[in-house]
């Protein structure tokens, strides 16, 4: 049986699927890896800030 994912549920797979995505692009054999990393650490923080909301429930 299929169910409907809630509009909560569908956000946290969002924000997950983001997280993945930008970890994913970070390789560490790019000369720009650190510098890459710190440009996206901002955003990651955003998203776990989200992912955290959920918990605090």
Not at 8 to 25: F, P, S, W, Y
Not at 34 to 41: A, I, P, W
């Amino acid at each position: 049986m299929n169910r409907q994912f809630t509009e909560e549920e569908m956000h946290v797979a969002d924000c997950l699927q983001e997280i993945q995505r930008i970890a994913a692009q970070l390789h560490i054999t790019d000369e720009s890896f650190v510098e890459d990393t710190k440009v996206q650490v901002p955003r990651l923080k955003e998203l776990l800030s989200e992912l955290e909301k959920y918990t605090l429930e």
